[in-house]
């Protein structure tokens, strides 16, 4: 499988996750091999689905960390979860921006029919 079907910025991730790899001493090249076939697959996957290698995975070295360390990188994002920080986790990437959730768990929507759409007198 050749890096030609990935959008630019999947190859982009594919490269830097690469070099993080190749330079690990905590995986082989057997290891590195596989790690990275699955990638492309999941980034060939998700690219018909409109998401992105950060979506997906979080940045390639949030990604490389989680690879290295799974349970020391869950205790990071619960820490900055905690302190108020977006943390990237692609389990629970959320479909609608921020700002437009928020809009919406505020109400603004009714605040906003509320005060315009009322008949005039």
Same mark, same amino acid.
Request: no cysteine; hydrophobic share 30%; proline share 4%.
């Given at each position: 499988? #050749?890096?030609?079907?990935?959008?630019?910025?999947?190859?982009? $991730?594919? $490269?830097?996750?690469?070099?993080?790899?190749?330079? +690990?001493?905590?995986?082989?090249?057997?290891?590195? !091999? +596989?790690?990275? &076939?699955?990638?492309?697959?999941?980034?060939?996957?998700?690219?018909?689905?409109?998401? #992105?290698?950060?979506?997906?995975?979080?940045? %390639? +070295?949030? $990604? /490389? *960390?989680?690879?290295?360390?799974?349970?020391?990188?869950? !205790?990071?994002?619960?820490?900055?979860?905690?302190?108020?920080?977006?943390? !990237?986790?692609?389990?629970?990437?959320?479909?609608?921006?921020?700002?437009? *959730? *928020?809009?919406?768990? /505020?109400? $603004?929507?009714?605040? /906003? &029919?509320?005060?315009? !759409?009322? %008949?005039? *007198?």
């Amino acid at each position: 499988m #050749t890096n030609s079907e990935l959008s630019k910025r999947n190859q982009e $991730f594919i $490269f830097h996750l690469t070099k993080l790899l190749n330079n +690990s001493k905590s995986f082989n090249d057997e290891k590195t !091999n +596989s790690t990275l &076939i699955t990638v492309r697959e999941k980034l060939l996957a998700g690219q018909k689905t409109g998401k #992105t290698a950060r979506q997906l995975f979080g940045t %390639p +070295s949030e $990604f /490389y *960390q989680d690879l290295i360390d799974p349970k020391g990188a869950a !205790n990071r994002r619960r820490k900055l979860a905690q302190q108020g920080h977006k943390v !990237n986790n692609p389990a629970s990437t959320a479909d609608r921006p921020r700002i437009i *959730q *928020q809009l919406l768990d /505020y109400g $603004f929507t009714t605040v /906003y &029919i509320d005060k315009y !759409n009322r %008949p005039t *007198q």
